[in-house]
């Protein structure tokens, strides 16, 4: 086993220098996140597996963000998207529009994969899509449409918009100012949108009371949601925006029984509209094409935005899709929506995607996420369950995580300095797998977390390298925790 990185090289987790890093001698001319460290250098990457420019292969069982959900280097796509190529580069949405664009939207908008693997209609009331590059301005265009909406109804005085703790909707100024990462918001605190709230996030975990029931912890934080509405005059609020199911601030949190329905209630009560942020759990990644799908009492959402698992990694796609409420408004007003990109809608990217989603479909890959990742939490749970400092194991379909706790009873998770879950990334990277380090607390609360969520075609035997890596790198990372605290 390697040596284990010092807490102070775990700050660098994410871009550790290496053999297979840009060499350092040459000033690199990508801007990184970090500007001291540098990142490993892929030189190609096949199926699940990413192969470094010194040769080691890494099965990355996160698949970059949630992104890979085909693997890379499939024929299909590459052949599909360079016949789009070749066909037509690029188009101005303003005047024109391509096969690509439209198939794409229709196949998402009106085909879906329900949990028990037929293909089915869903009536999910969304009709039309809107293409753009990547989560954020997914999210950046919703907040925008939200506002037009009631801008074409009159409703000039709805100017709020509310979100929960612990949450995470892109890097843009609008997605930015509606997330509550603070490390991320922090230079930007004092130029962000004014009109933002926040509201405790669904997060049973932490915050539901030992002598509360699953549905009366969900009564409670609608109760909360009402309030906090009223609070604020629930005429001024256009929008409440909220991830079905949380990807990287907390680690694949489900919301308890009732929740969602609770919120879809408030909402219609008040005419706030409801924005699902699908961007990390859509498109299949937890066993249902979208991820709301799962929730009781058939919640459905007036907006929803996907990204990652959309082109699968092969383009920079996401999207916005909104239901005819919507829609209809903004036709029967202004006729337009008043906003737009140059590359939205981009063929390349659509028809990649487009190649991507037809493989998921006719490969039943959706079902196949259910299915085997409801084996993969079920191992986790057998293996990590007991384990000493794993708090919890959560998740649904192939969207798992690990959250690494100091004292099990109380929950209190370990200092930052500690870097818990950062030390078995870093270990179980040098071992040859990747997972998703989530490190650093959040409302001083939760954060220490690594997320697993591999391509939906991932082999069983691949399946098995991750968990028995995993395995050793916690015992590892667990071992010299313990021997460090005895001094
Ligand atoms: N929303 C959610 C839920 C996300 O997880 C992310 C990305 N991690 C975003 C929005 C932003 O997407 P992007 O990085 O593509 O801008």
Redesign the pocket.
């Known amino acids: 086993v390697p040596s284990l990185p010092s807490p102070q090289s775990l700050k660098q987790t994410a871009t550790t220098t290496s053999s297979s890093s840009v060499d350092d001698g040459e000033t690199p001319a990508l801007l990184h996140r970090s500007l001291v460290t540098r990142p490993h250098l892929v030189d190609h990457a096949d199926g699940s597996y990413l192969y470094l420019a010194d040769g080691r292969p890494i099965l990355d069982a996160c698949g970059g963000?949630a992104v890979a959900v085909i693997g890379h280097g499939n024929a299909e796509v590459i052949a599909s998207t360079a016949a789009q190529m070749q066909r037509t580069s690029y188009i101005h949405t303003g005047a024109y529009t391509t096969t690509a664009a439209e198939d794409l939207a229709k196949f998402i908008l009106e085909c879906g994969t329900s949990v028990d693997g037929n293909d089915s209609y869903l009536a999910h009331g969304l009709t039309r899509a809107f293409f753009v590059g990547?989560?954020?301005?997914a999210?950046e265009s919703a907040m925008k449409i939200a506002r037009q909406y009631f801008f074409e109804r009159g409703e000039l005085q709805r100017q709020h918009y509310i979100s929960r703790r612990q949450a995470?909707?892109?890097?843009t100024f609008g997605?930015m100012s509606v997330s509550s990462v603070l490390g991320r918001r922090v230079p930007y605190e004092d130029v962000l949108l004014p009109n933002v709230s926040f509201v405790n996030p669904a997060f049973e975990y932490h915050y539901r009371h030992n002598n509360e029931a699953e549905e009366e912890y969900a009564e409670r934080l609608i109760h909360e949601l009402e309030v906090h509405f009223l609070e604020i005059g629930p005429e001024k609020i256009i929008s409440f925006i909220v991830?079905p199911v949380v990807?990287?601030t907390s680690g694949c949190v489900t919301a308890p029984k009732g929740y969602f329905s609770g919120v879809r209630s408030l909402c219609d009560k008040y005419g706030i509209l409801l924005h699902f942020?699908e961007?990390?759990c859509g498109m299949g990644r937890t066993g249902s094409y979208f991820a709301f799908e799962q929730e009781d009492g058939g919640v459905l959402p007036d907006i929803v935005?996907i990204?990652?698992g959309l082109g699968g990694g092969y383009v920079p796609l996401?999207a916005m899709l909104v239901n005819d409420r919507i829609v209809n408004t903004l036709r029967q007003g202004t006729s337009v929506f008043n906003h737009g990109h140059t590359f939205q809608a981009h063929p390349t990217a659509c028809s990649a995607a487009l190649a991507v989603q037809k493989i998921i479909r006719r490969e039943g890959l959706v079902s196949r996420c259910a299915d085997l990742g409801t084996k993969f939490g079920q191992r986790l749970r057998t293996e990590f369950g007991s384990c000493k400092y794993v708090g919890d194991v959560r998740g649904r379909g192939l969207f798992w995580a690990l959250e690494f706790v100091k004292d099990k009873k109380t929950k209190i998770p370990f200092e930052a300095s500690v870097g818990f879950g950062a030390q078995i990334h870093q270990l179980a990277f040098d071992l040859g797998v990747a997972v998703y380090p989530c490190v650093g607390t959040v409302d001083g609360v939760v954060g220490d977390h690594i997320l697993l969520a591999p391509p939906f075609n991932i082999s069983d035997d691949e399946v098995d390298i991750i968990i028995s890596t995993l395995w050793r790198a916690y015992h590892e990372v667990e071992l010299h925790y313990d021997n460090a605290e005895r001094g």
Not at 134 to 137: A, D, L, N, Y
Not at 168 to 171: A, L
């Open positions: 963000a990547s989560g954020s301005e999210n995470y909707h892109g890097n997605s991830e990807g990287a942020d961007v990390m935005t990204g990652k996401a």
